[in-house]
């Protein structure tokens, strides 16, 4: 039986190995066999049988599962690797009310809750008999501005664009005062950025991660020079059941952008609606977040801030901004194998980034496990729970 795989690419790819992280095998014959070669097609409502049932060649076995109710895995005593852990049963139970999760918790009916309410941790953090472990997400939270369109749609600026002018945009940045959002909105659960990526992330730095400082007197000066001494109007969409406190953020925005005279005109979106709209450009500034599971900046760049329409690139510039040397960046770290270098470009291009204030970053969400006090779990940057490595004491 083959046990290794031979991948063939057309140019060097410096960071194959990282994008295998996400590559799914299947058994051919259990496919063939099962009527499953073909995969699902999401926008249709038809099923083949891998949709409901898994093949199972991992740690742990699929064992039950009620959609929308709960999912039950068991011990694979026949996988190949090593567990570290001594889980034997895992229960997943969806449970959409936060009030009826957290009541959960405190009352012992479950043993981990991984979207806890940021306004129960400190109670949580108070009993004896439960723990909070914090971790810092590999998800960067931003507000991109549309630097494409000749003249904003719902914009009392006729003509022309306000977010294309640099000034405009650093005044926007300038103006969000984020320690206020990261302790009142965030409750702590935002580490403040200046960075498109967290630092776990080849290519972040010091440097790079610096804000540009918070002035309300810096960013009406700004608006001033930029011709726009009474601010404008300007529409802003943001999601609200996607990220942490995302819709109470966009209102904290909105009114730190009143103070110097642009006048947000906020709506908010459930994900399932949100995401196709800002794909299709009609947010004039909008909300996004942005993990990296490849843990290297190329990830981020290449999506956020390459040109749009360059073979699949740009697929997240939503707000189509365009630099013909950050787009040479990109193609550059695409295929320099010397990592050092590689490094030195990745950090070029978030610099550049920083410099056309591109976008505005906000933070990298800290992630918050609620769980017993018996439980030790590794707390992972991609807010994932790896069950092989979880013991109950």
Known sequence: MATSIDIFTKEPNPVLLNQLTELRMMSKSWAEKNNSVAPKDIKTQEENFAHRNAMGTGPFKLKEWQPDQKMVLSRHDGWWGK???????????PVKSVATR???LLSGEVDLVLDPSPQDLPRVRNTPALKVIDGIENRTIFLGMDQFRDELPGSNIKGKN?????????????SIDIDTINRVTMRGLGQPTGAMVAPQVTGWS???????????????KLLVEAGYPNGFEVDFA????RYINDE???QAVTAMWAKVGVKAKLRTQPLATYFPMIQRYEASIYMLGWG???FDALYSIQSLMRSVGAGGDGNYNV???SNPQMDALVERTKKETDLKLRTELLTKALALHNQDVAHIPLHNQVIPWAMKKNIDVVHRADNRLDWRLIKVN
């Open 206 to 220: 010091k440097e790079v991660d610096k804000r540009y400082p918070y002035s309300l007197d810096a960013a009406k």
């Open 162 to 174: 306000p977010l294309k002018d640099l000034r405009v945009r650093k005044a926007l940045y300038q």
């Open 102 to 104: 957290m009541a959960a």
């Open 248 to 250: 109470a953020i966009c």
């Open 319 to 321: 707000g189509r901004y």
């Open 83 to 93: 567990a570290e852990g001594n889980v034997t049963e895992v229960v997943y139970s």
């Open 238 to 241: 943001c999601p609200n059941n």
């Open 292 to 294: 990296v599971p490849t």
